[in-house]
């Protein structure tokens, strides 16, 4: 089963474009990481830099057209799964990576009874009896934390709220055991009570079942309590990728720094909240040079003609930028005044 | 939802008195009388006429009169075809337009979902432009224009069908009634079908379904098919209550002795009675048709259940 190096997954340069009226857009750019087994990944940016098209193009589940896998490969245990026949994928879909997405209001067929939903996985990919899915749907909905799980898993979407519908989309992602769990900002949609009891089913779950996560999120929060690695994304490109605790200790990357001031600190003594200046750029129309130049408070001349280069500053801890290694020195300096401040307290 | 009919039900009523009392209305407002003529009548004889029918007392005893018979289900004799009641002319002209209208109904519903689907999963290809095209030309040909060129065409010139005439189902005079009927109705259901296919394969729950791994013809039929067809569902009662009831136009056409034929036979003549009971019938089924389709969306939609 396994392909040695520990891996479950590897991306290598995969690229992703949509082709519009409004020219190509590249949603993916040339995106490689690798997902070990039993790891939780996160992938962080702002809407629109390619997070959820990443995923997406994972179990090729990319509308075609007007959107096209370029290239790239999706080495899922050994298997190039961009090279696997339509009838191969599907296997995989469902049955070993499983997805949820953003808003469990719309995600669910709200013209099928809840059971039907969730037995269609089981009947599909593990060959069960209607008798069979269906005593294993109502076990996933009480796995879940539904109350009364036997009487609501013949009710209808709409019949469940949203935190309720979201358990149901888990379970339904969770019914075939999958090595590969993809969650699309899974609690993005919900209100923030019931936010923090999604991720932290996620979380127990993911420990009781020993499946890798990839969580995709625009929350740095989020992502901090849960995740192993973690990926920054902008413009369709990773930005910078490090194990978690790295990532917010010692940034290596402009955009990152930026994000991370752009966290609310409820303690911090200044009434206003930090925000990077300007907006995600037009994918379609990408200038020369860095995509966040124009947004960058670090940038110089050079960043607005030349690509930067992927500079790897660390062990394991890469960054996008022409002067990462300047950056990351900084952070480190940072870090290590406020540790030795943190001692002397 | 037992209460939900009967409730509708009893809306119904007022519905149809209120579609009664105009037709009634506008008939009064229109010049001249069902015994006028080329020629005048002497004066004598005309007084005799309305003293018989009713037609010297005020306008009110006359509506009451004509409403009271209506609510007992009774619509009185056709003045034109005389002694022959309205009832009686309504229950032998409808089998023919029922028979023309439910497989105009059955031929547009076939292929008008087919297309429509095919259209929508195979968006922007040659498939699609093709049908959208024939689609278009479909609810743009006018029937009055459609079924002379059939006619032409089939008829006089390769002699294959019969031009006008109606041997009853089966036989080939019912094929191109049919086929003129249906066509804007397949036309339409072609479209909404596309539309609401289009919309549905964008949502979210479907991604969802792509997901689990199921087939793409599962996908469709599974989850895509029934939040697809609503729009066409809420076409299809009120277009199916004008199919049963006869068309004018087409009936004209190849002269099928049908409901619509009466009807406008009726207009011309100024038959009162024969005009208020086909107006009454065709309301009538209309509501049930429109109150068949809001049952049947409570039975595809659990949302609006209830």
């Not at chain 1, 039993?38 to 959820?52: A, C, M, Q």
Request: proline fraction near 6%; charge should be neutral; aromatic fraction near 8%.
């Amino acid at each position: 089963m396994s392909t040695g190096n520990g891996n479950l997954l590897e991306v290598r340069d995969l690229r992703t474009y949509f082709h519009t009226e409004d020219g190509t857009v590249k949603a993916v750019d040339g995106v490689t990481f690798n997902l070990r087994r039993g790891e939780t990944l996160g992938i962080v940016g702002e809407s629109g830099s390619g997070k959820s098209v990443t995923n997406l193009s994972i179990i090729r589940l990319i509308q075609s057209p007007p959107g096209q896998i370029v290239s790239g490969e999706v080495v899922f245990d050994g298997r190039d799964i961009l090279r696997l026949r339509e009838d191969e994928v599907r296997r995989i879909r469902g049955r070993r990576i499983a997805m949820i997405f953003q808003d469990p209001m719309t995600s669910l067929n709200p013209f099928m009874k809840i059971s039907r939903q969730l037995m269609e996985m089981t009947r599909l990919h593990l060959g069960y009896s209607k008798a069979q899915a269906y005593a294993h749907a109502v076990k996933m909905l009480e796995i879940v934390g539904i109350p009364d799980a036997r009487e609501r898993v013949d009710g209808y979407p709409h019949e469940f709220s949203g935190g309720m519908r979201q358990r149901v989309m888990i379970a339904m992602a969770l019914s075939c055991e999958p090595e590969l769990l993809i969650a699309d900002e899974p609690a993005t949609a919900l209100d923030v009570t019931i936010q923090a009891q999604i991720l932290e089913l996620i979380k127990t779950l993911k420990q009781e079942t020993g499946t890798s996560v990839i969580l995709i999120t625009h929350d740095l929060g989020v992502v901090a309590g849960m995740t192993d690695h973690l990926i920054v994304m902008y413009a369709g490109k990773i930005f910078e990728q490090a194990p978690t605790r790295e990532l917010f200790a010692v940034p290596g990357n402009p955009y990152t720094n930026g994000l991370l001031r752009s966290i609310p600190d409820p303690t911090s003594a200044r009434g206003t909240l930090y925000q990077i200046s300007g907006l995600p750029p037009d994918v379609a129309h990408l200038p020369p040079g860095c995509p966040f130049a124009p947004r960058c408070d670090r940038a110089e001349e050079i960043c607005s003609k030349e690509f930067p280069p992927l500079v790897e500053v660390n062990q394991d801890h890469h960054s996008l930028c022409h002067f990462a290694l300047e950056v990351y020195a900084k952070s480190v300096a940072e870090n290590s005044a406020v540790e030795r401040r943190a001692r002397q307290d | 939802m037992l209460r939900f009919i009967i409730r509708r039900l009893i809306i119904t009523i007022p519905t149809i008195l209120v579609v009664i009392t105009i037709t009634w209305g506008l008939i009064r407002l229109a010049p001249g009388n069902f015994y006028t003529g080329d020629k005048a009548l002497p004066e004598a004889i005309e007084q005799n006429i309305r003293e018989k029918y009713g037609l010297d007392r005020p306008w009110h005893e006359q509506y009451l009169r004509t409403m009271g018979q209506i609510l007992r289900l009774d619509f009185g004799t056709s003045l034109r075809y005389e002694g022959k009641s309205v009832n009686e002319i309504i229950a032998r002209s409808l089998p023919v337009s029922a028979t023309v209208g439910i497989l105009a109904y059955l031929l547009a519903l076939i292929v008008g979902i087919t297309v429509g689907s095919i259209a929508a999963l195979k968006q922007n290809s040659k498939w699609d432009y093709a049908s959208m095209t024939l689609a278009m030309l479909g609810i743009s040909i006018p029937n009055f224009v459609l079924g002379p060129i059939l006619v032409l065409f089939f008829s006089l010139t390769l002699y294959w069908l019969p031009p006008s005439r109606w041997d009853g189902f089966p036989s080939k005079s019912v094929i191109l009634p049919v086929i003129t009927l249906s066509a804007i109705y397949m036309a339409y259901i072609a479209r909404l079908t596309r539309a609401g296919m289009l919309e549905v394969l964008r949502s979210d729950y479907i991604r969802t379904a792509r997901s689990k791994g199921l087939s793409e013809t599962q996908v469709v039929i599974r989850h895509a098919l029934r939040g697809g067809l609503l729009p066409v569902v809420s076409y299809t009662g009120p277009a199916l209550a004008f199919l049963l009831t006869g068309t004018v136009v087409v009936e004209s056409l190849f002269v099928l002795p049908g409901l619509g034929k009466y009807f406008i036979q009726a207009s011309l003549n100024r038959d009162e009675p024969l005009i208020l009971g086909i107006v009454a019938f065709i309301s009538m089924t209309l509501l049930t048709m429109n109150l068949l389709v809001d049952i049947a969306y409570g039975y595809l939609d659990p949302r609006i259940r209830q």
